[in-house]
């Protein structure tokens, strides 16, 4: 039967072998670098607005910003609603606890009182 090794392997290499694993990476970044510019850089495209000459812009805007005020009512609604959720399991999950905590002493003082007897 094989004795188990005692002692764990070594991280010595050959210079070769070490400078042969760094070529390679260079290598590699060199040819992600490569692929990346040929894939090209696409930026992400700018919201236009509304033209001064278009007709109702004043309206159109105040659209805009009654949307964007909808949208973070209905964020803060949410985060409140999951807040409340996140309250309730922890109130459920405390007296479970001290359920749990009660019961416990009370097993340990009969087991006790049981011992004491014999």
Known sequence: MRRPKLKKASKRMTC????????KVREHSRK???EAKKRG???PKKDPGIP???PFKEEVLREAEQRKQRLEELKQ???LARQKDLEKKRKLQAKKNAT???KHPEE??????IILLF
């Open 52 to 54: 001064n000459a278009a």
């Open 41 to 43: 850089h696409k930026k």
């Open 100 to 102: 749990k905590a009660n």
């Open 108 to 113: 340990k003082v009969c087991m006790c009182s």
């Open 16 to 23: 070769h072998k070490r400078y042969k694993i760094q070529k």
């Open 32 to 34: 992600l670098r490569k």
């Open 77 to 79: 609604k949410q985060k």
